[in-house]
């Protein structure tokens, strides 16, 4: 069974850090693009940044310098330290994991809110 699992959301004041990972099981992790989308109220669902098996990046620009999508082939995992947030980052996260139009899976998603 595909499980994918996302943790380290949480509320944080503006200027601050989280780190968001996205625990997998159940698929051939190392061969999947993984990627880190956010859905804003009342907003369309948005890549936030992407890593390929190969570990070509992709950032949307709005994250750019701040935030850092990497992968552990080991534990299955995909990970997004997030710096400098600001309250327009205030978002559900969502971690996918893609191979190519055979396969597309989706976590729950994890609330990540920029507040003071």
């Known amino acids: 069974q595909v499980q994918l699992v996302e943790s380290g959301g949480g509320l944080v004041q503006p200027g601050g850090s989280l780190r968001l990972s996205c625990a997998t099981s159940?698929?051939?992790?190392?061969?999947?693009?993984m990627g880190w989308y956010r859905q804003a109220p009342g907003k369309q669902r948005e890549l936030v940044a992407s890593i390929t098996a190969g570990s070509r990046l992709n950032y949307a620009d709005s994250v750019k310098g701040r935030f850092t999508i990497s992968r552990d082939n080991a534990k299955d995992t995909a990970y997004l330290p997030m710096n400098s947030l600001k309250p327009e980052d205030t978002a559900v996260y969502y971690c996918?994991?893609?191979?190519?139009?055979?396969?597309?899976?989706w976590g729950q998603g994890t609330q990540v809110t920029v507040s003071s």
């Open positions: 996918r994991a893609e191979f190519g139009a055979t396969a597309d899976y």
């Open positions: 159940g698929f051939i992790f190392r061969i999947y693009v």
